[in-house]
């Protein structure tokens, strides 16, 4: 048994490991490279293994810097397939395929106004190729079990996101457990991550790892902030991830309507095709979900569904009128990294009485990260925009497990691992992580570095 980080050993995002067994290849997540463009530019990089030797993909959840890269392995020569749960499927194809799309756009922006380095911009991938390579994706059974060669594989729920699992490899009498991304126990969307109670390896994400989220109410929260910004006249932006996220924000919403705390003539918009379609998914993967069908199924009552492109530009210039009502926006990509998020920004930020609010993780070097920390200006297309809008981060709606959730979440083992990697996280949250696996559990522990080889016995 071997083992070859490939991604996500020194920052949060590229999640790739590479399993080999005998003569078997599996690739534990396909993500893509996010935040400083040091780290995107790894997406253009060599895999560090030939595409075309790789026999399978195991994919722990649909999040792009989970299953972002999928396109662009099949692209460079991978011919197997890619097994996941059918919601995590379900998700990928809308998830990638708005990937695709945005890396088509923004190649034809960057040719049309010369601004790539190179004589003339590509995509990673494109939309046709994305449509080939979701052909391969295989759902797995009911009960998360499969057969590859030799190796006995198993998908276990941690939450975090519809159809994400922990993937546990067992060969030759051992068992390698990779967590993906733990969710939390308070979830508001997503039941608690199950225990596992046995590994010789394991690998666990670190998202959070040096963190606690925050004891707040998260709908005491939101309802303030909007409370207080619709006195001045002002509307409150929300940059939220497609899927996950934009539902937690629906529920919350709806939650403050039906306790009288949101007007029912307050306009609440969802501009994104991606988080329209996510919601739809949600519906249809219901039995997943911790809260009732019915509160499933009225996630978008009320709400107005923003489709066309011209509505959502129509939208975002009536923000900077005085005259426009108040109103709450929700629209993608949850850390201002792309998307009809942008045009929104462009408008609100410059003027004071807006509010602009991020319900997640910002990964460094995403403009949400740079916004959150006080930076009074930020680049969007090409230009400089003023931020004077209030800017806040509302952590409380995270979805991953922060560091005593992935404690709780370790101390399920009913025996020490052999050896524990740590990865998914930025320096200094993985470190940390680490430290306290080794004081806290004196378990076997270590910080893996990017594109490192180790052998497993």
């Not at 980080?5 to 005998?22: I, K, Q």
């Not at 916004?371 to 806040?392: D, T």
Request: aromatic share 6%.
């Amino acid at each position: 048994m071997k083992l070859s980080f490939l991604g996500a050993a020194d920052c949060v995002t590229g999640s790739r490991h590479l399993l080999e067994l005998d003569k078997q290849r599996l690739l534990l997540d396909c993500g893509l490279f996010q935040g400083f463009k040091t780290l995107r530019e790894r997406n253009w990089a060599p895999l560090g293994v030939a595409p075309a030797s790789i026999d399978a993909v195991l994919l722990s959840h649909a999040h792009l810097d989970h299953s972002g890269y999928i396109p662009a392995l099949r692209r460079q020569g991978f011919r197997g397939q890619v097994f996941s749960t059918p919601a995590t499927r379900d998700l990928c194809e809308v998830l990638l395929l708005d990937s695709a799309h945005l890396q088509e756009e923004d190649a034809r922006q960057a040719n049309r106004h010369g601004t790539s380095r190179h004589e003339k911009a590509l995509p990673l991938y494109t939309v046709n190729e994305t449509k080939k390579a979701i052909e391969h994706f295989v759902g797995i059974h009911r009960d998360g079990r499969l057969k590859l060669g030799a190796a006995e594989i198993r998908f276990t729920p941690v939450g975090h996101l519809l159809g994400a699992c922990a993937i546990s490899v067992r060969h030759a009498g051992r068992t390698l457990v990779y967590s993906g991304d733990v969710g939390r126990s308070n979830d508001l969307l997503m039941p608690a991550p199950q225990r596992m109670e046995e590994a010789d390896v394991l690998l666990i994400e670190s998202t959070y790892g040096n963190r606690q989220h925050p004891p707040e109410d998260v709908q005491a929260r939101l309802a303030q902030i909007l409370r207080q910004t619709f006195r001045r006249g002002g509307s409150v932006l929300l940059p939220s991830f497609a899927i996950g996220r934009a539902q937690a924000l629906l529920l919350v919403l709806q939650r403050l309507r039906e306790a009288g705390e949101l007007d029912l003539d307050v306009p609440i918009y969802l501009d994104s095709p991606m988080a329209i379609e996510a919601t739809e998914l949600t519906v249809k993967h219901q039995k997943l979900l911790r809260i009732p069908a019915s509160d499933a199924r009225g996630l978008c009552d009320g709400v107005r569904m923003v489709s066309k492109a011209a509505e959502s530009m129509k939208l975002a210039r009536s923000m900077s009128s005085p005259r426009t009502p108040p109103s709450i926006i929700i629209s993608a990509s949850g850390m201002a990294t792309g998307g009809r998020v942008l045009n929104h920004i462009e408008t609100m930020a410059p003027l004071p009485r807006h509010h602009i609010a991020f319900p997640g993780f910002q990964v460094g070097g995403s403009r949400g990260a740079k916004m959150v920390a006080g930076e009074r200006q930020i680049k969007l297309h090409g230009q400089y925009v003023p931020v004077n809008a209030e800017i806040s981060h509302l952590e409380g709606f995270s979805g991953h497990a922060d560091a005593d959730g992935l404690m709780a979440w370790l101390r399920g083992f009913k025996r020490a691992p052999e050896q524990v990697f740590v990865v998914h996280g930025e320096p200094a949250a993985s470190d940390a992580l680490r430290s306290r696996i080794q004081d806290e559990l004196g378990w076997r522990v270590r910080v893996p570095q990017h594109g490192e080889t180790v052998s497993l016995g």
